[in-house]
């Protein structure tokens, strides 16, 4: 009797414990591969809203590069009046905000920005600007 309340307080204590553990607001609750490894990716945008609207096709050009040292590659495809033009910029990215926020810093200023992480898995990343009502899903190329 007493092995099985003590089971059932493990339980509990279990459950509670891993409920209040999710770091990110859509998760994952648990994940046993440390941030960085889930962060290291090619990314590309599959949907993007801002002030509540679609605007995932202002976003399908990028292709977003991290890696576990904190390198960071952003490339740009687009065709324009009938010519090809790809840029890049390189920098580095850095957690802020007890892990909670993902920083990119490019050579480019001009790209720099902060964003709250919402999901972090290792084949989804979704963030949410932190200056701007932005928010972007990312999934591996």
Not at 61 to 66: A, I, M
Not at 76 to 103: K, M, Q
Request: charged share 30%; with cysteine.
């Amino acid at each position: 009797m007493n092995f099985t309340r003590t089971i059932g307080v493990m339980t509990l204590l279990t459950a509670t414990l891993l409920g209040s553990c999710q770091k990110y607001e859509d998760g994952p609750a648990v994940s046993l591969t440390p941030r960085e490894d889930r962060v290291a990716n090619t990314w590309i945008i599959a949907y993007a809203e801002e002030n509540g609207e679609n605007v995932s096709d202002d976003f399908d050009q990028y292709e977003l590069y991290l890696t576990t040292d904190r390198d960071a590659t952003l490339t740009a495809s687009y065709t324009a009046f009938g010519t090809d033009f790809n840029t890049t910029t390189n920098g580095t990215w850095n957690f802020t905000n007890d892990e909670e926020n993902l920083r990119v810093d490019y050579e480019d200023d001009e790209q720099d920005n902060e964003f709250r992480i919402l999901r972090l898995k290792s084949d989804e990343l979704w963030l949410k600007d932190t200056d701007q009502d932005l928010e972007l899903h990312l999934l591996p190329k």
